[in-house]
């Protein structure tokens, strides 16, 4: 059966050939979605990151561990997967708090969860806290050397 020519622009429009298999689908929105995401960000003016490793949004995650129970979460997590339930049992929270909490976490990069059976064990990951590090470190030299060149600048200017 021939299609008409707006169907066939409707089906290229979407992406979806009848007969492209469901795997080939899923890639063209994958591509669609970096397409988009690549035109955005060059209309801001901002670099893609080249990673294939999820990249930690710095202002979502920090403020996310804003929260006092989200840190607390996070040291926890530290120390080794642990379920909600698992998490929850310190808190004068519900299940459903902490949910959310690791909702937030999760959604920033910080926190990954799985499927074990009937079990949804949490684990932090470190990865991407090493990013927040790297960056902290990077604030902290460049904060270190500004008041080194202000000490030096003082200095220079008492011995005049």
């Known amino acids: ?8 622009e409707r089906q290229e429009r979407c992406g979806r050939d009848r007969k492209a298999t469901g795997e080939q689908r899923r890639c063209n929105h994958v ?5 988009v995401k690549a035109i955005v960000c060059v209309k801001v003016g901002v670099m893609p990151a080249a990673t294939t490793t999820p990249v930690v949004d710095l202002d979502a995650a920090f403020a996310a561990l804003g929260d006092p129970v989200r840190r607390a979460l996070v040291s926890r997590l530290a120390h080794g997967d642990a379920t909600v339930g698992e998490l929850a049992e310190p808190f004068d929270l519900t299940q459903q708090a902490i949910s959310h909490h690791i909702g937030v ?18 684990r932090l990951r470190t990865a991407q806290l090493a990013q927040l590090s790297t960056w902290i470190d ?22 005049r």
């Open 31 to 35: 591509y669609k979605r970096v397409l």
């Open 138 to 159: 990077e604030q902290r030299r460049a904060w270190h050397d500004r008041l080194d060149a202000l000490e030096q600048h003082l200095s220079d200017e008492a011995a």
């Open 105 to 122: 976490l999760r959604r920033c990069g910080l926190v990954e969860q799985r499927r074990e059976g009937t079990r949804r064990p949490c």
């Open 1 to 8: 059966m021939a299609l008409s020519p707006v169907e066939v």
